[in-house]
Nanobody, 123 residues
Framework: QVQLVESGGGLVQAGGSLRVSCVVS???????AGWFRQAPGKEREFVAA????????WYADSAKGRFTISRDIDTNTVYLQMNSLRPDGTGVYYC?????????????????WGHGTQVTVST
C-alpha cells in the first residue's frame, strides 16, 4: 500500500514559479510517481512522471522546458517545480503512483492517488 500527501499549492502570478511536493509513504520498490492536473470542468491530464529507482522522467508537451519533476529518496518526496506558469496551469494537482507496467500518461494506469493541491495562476 502507498499513501500520497501533496502540499505546496497556492496563488501565483502568470510568469511566476511554484513547487508542489508529494510525500510518499510505503514501499517504493518498482514505483513510478506522476503528477496530474485537473482544471475546472476538464478531465485530469498528465503532467510529468518519474521512475523512483533510476530517476528517468517523462513530460507532457505542455510541461517540457518549464516544469521539472524530481524525487528525494532520503525523504521519500516527489517534487514538481513549475516555472513560467501560465493561466492554463490553474487546477488541482494530483500526485499518483503505480508499480510499473502501465502507460504513464493515463490516469487508469495509476493505483494510488493523493487528495490534490490547488494551484491558481492569475493574469
Amino acid at each position: 500500500q502507498v499513501q500520497l500527501v501533496e502540499s505546496g499549492g497556492g496563488l501565483v502570478q502568470a510568469g511566476g514559479s511554484l513547487r508542489v511536493s508529494c510525500v510518499v509513504s510505503g514501499r517504493t520498490f518498482r514505483l513510478y510517481a506522476g503528477w496530474f492536473r485537473q482544471a475546472p470542468g476538464k478531465e485530469r491530464e498528465f503532467v510529468a512522471a518519474i521512475n523512483w529507482s533510476g530517476g528517468s522522467t517523462w513530460y507532457a508537451d505542455s510541461a517540457k522546458g518549464r516544469f521539472t519533476i524530481s524525487r528525494d529518496i532520503d525523504t521519500n518526496t516527489v517534487y514538481l517545480q513549475m516555472n513560467s506558469l501560465r493561466p492554463d496551469g490553474t487546477g488541482v494537482y494530483y500526485c499518483a503512483a503505480q508499480r510499473g507496467g502501465g502507460t504513464l500518461y493515463y490516469t487508469t494506469s495509476y493505483d494510488y492517488w493523493g487528495h490534490g493541491t490547488q494551484v491558481t495562476v492569475s493574469t
